[in-house]
Nanobody
Framework: QVQLVESGGGLVQAGGSLRLSCAAS????????MAWYRQAPGKQRELVAS????????NYAGSVKGRFTISGDSAKNTVYLQMNSLKPEDTAVYYC?????????WGQGTQVTVSS
């Protein structure tokens, strides 16, 4: 089992920045990769960014490439999402996800609201 706790969401003006954190606990040795997803009202949950545990390879949605950066601190079992140049369309609940070979785990989500 893996437990995930997100933090760092909030209200920010367009053009501003936020950093989300996702702290993992439990069987963290089994995690293959971690990712951030987001879900806006009335829309499907979408992948924002992911990072592999072994090589630190990253992947981004086209809509955030160049503005968001995913990174990990293995010593703290924490993954971060640095979000710069935020836009109103980035408003959503952001969820942390961890994948093992057997299962996937979700955090409770953190709200990000970008005002215009």
């Amino acid at each position: 089992q893996v437990q995930l706790v997100e933090s760092g969401g909030g209200l920010v003006q367009a053009g501003g920045s936020l950093r989300l954190s996702c702290a993992a606990s439990g069987s963290t040795f089994s995690i293959v990769y971690m990712a951030w997803y987001r879900q806006a009202p009335g829309k499907q949950r979408e992948l924002v960014a992911s990072i592999t545990n072994q090589h630190g390879s990253t992947n981004y949605a086209g809509s955030v490439k160049g503005r968001f950066t995913i990174s990990g601190d293995s010593a703290k079992n924490t993954v971060y999402l640095q979000m710069n140049s935020l836009k109103p369309e980035d408003t959503a609940v952001y969820y942390c996800h961890a994948s093992t070979f057997r299962s996937g785990y979700w955090g409770q989500g953190t709200q990000v609201t970008v005002s215009s």
